[in-house]
């Protein structure tokens, strides 16, 4: 059996390049008493990975199923075909392992569930969604739009991604967010925000008076933007304005609206992870980006 894996040559602390990504091809792991192998089949890559790379770490959500026994699992690990897991560390997934059932079991629906929960989302109200073409903001808008809500808008911060977050991705409107003043304004009024890009300082400003603020999300700090952004309380105060921290519960995954469609994108092979994930960085991807770990001239090895 031959292993293919993703490291880091050494901690990244400037802009990643493809230079601190090394591929390595060695012989399959073998479990120790009490640990199972598990062949990964995906892997999601996300913009919190940059923050992970600058502390020496590369680890991604992982669907794969157990050798021997076929079992479908996710598990949060290494960038590799095969991994060594202890059992308690897997938890079992439902489905086949196709990329929409990755996408579901390994992208940020949860978390955006958790932020429209948090927010109070009531059916029939407005949504909109800072980041909105990324994996965590696309998966609000499908979730908005699956719990009720009567119009979800987007931004963006490229601006082919514009017109495609009303063309393929299920929102009613969409803006550019170089300024997210111009942007909130071209797009209307909000009951709620769902902010991925953590310019709360801009969003408090622009926002109409009673809107509900859902902050799930750092990308402004995460891929070399601002790191110390200042909230004008006395403008939370007298705009009335509700700011709420949202993260998903134990087992969020089941909670998910049936019938949930949620856009991704798939990279075939985990030779073309590292290229994939500078992309990411990039802004060069929609949806959640899922590699198939063992897809294109890797499922040749």
Same mark, same amino acid.
């Given at each position: 059996m031959t292993n293919i &894996?993703?490291?880091l040559a050494a901690p990244v602390a400037g802009p990643p390049t493809l230079a601190d990504?090394?591929?390595?091809?060695t012989g399959g792991p073998k479990p120790g008493p009490g640990q199972v192998l598990v062949r990964n089949h995906w892997i999601a890559l996300g913009a919190v990975q940059r923050t992970l790379m600058a502390r020496g770490v590369l680890a991604a959500k992982s669907l794969g199923e157990v050798v021997g026994t076929g079992d479908l699992v996710t598990h949060t690990g290494p960038w590799s075909t095969?991994?060594?897991? &202890?059992p308690a560390a897997l938890r079992p997934a439902g489905g086949t392992p196709d990329a929409a059932t990755a996408a579901r079991l390994l992208g940020s629906a949860p978390v955006a569930l958790a932020a429209l929960r948090a927010a109070g989302l009531r059916a029939g109200e407005t949504v909109l969604v800072t980041g909105a073409a990324g994996g965590l903001g696309s998966a609000a808008g499908a979730v908005a739009r699956a719990l009720g809500a009567g119009r979800v808008a987007g931004t963006t911060g490229s601006a082919w991604k514009v017109p495609l977050l009303t063309a393929g991705l299920g929102f009613d409107a969409a803006a550019g967010h170089a300024s997210l003043a111009e942007a909130v304004e071209r797009l209307g009024p909000a009951d709620v925000v769902v902010d991925t890009l953590g310019r709360v300082e801009e969003l408090v400003a622009a926002v109409a008076p009673g809107t509900r603020i859902a902050l799930?999300?750092?990308l402004s700090q995460q891929l070399g933007g601002a790191a110390d952004?200042?909230?004008d309380l006395t403008?939370?105060?007298f705009k009335r304005l509700t700011l709420v921290g949202a993260t998903p519960g134990a087992d969020p995954g089941e909670e998910l609206p049936a019938g949930l469609t949620l856009p991704y994108t798939v990279i075939e092979g985990l030779t073309e992870a590292p290229r994939a994930l500078l992309d990411l960085f990039a802004g060069r991807h929609t949806g959640t980006v899922l590699v198939r770990v063992q897809g294109g001239a890797d499922a040749d090895r």
């Open positions: &894996d993703v490291r990504l090394l591929v390595h091809t095969h991994v060594v897991a &202890d799930c999300g750092a952004p200042r909230l403008a939370v105060i």
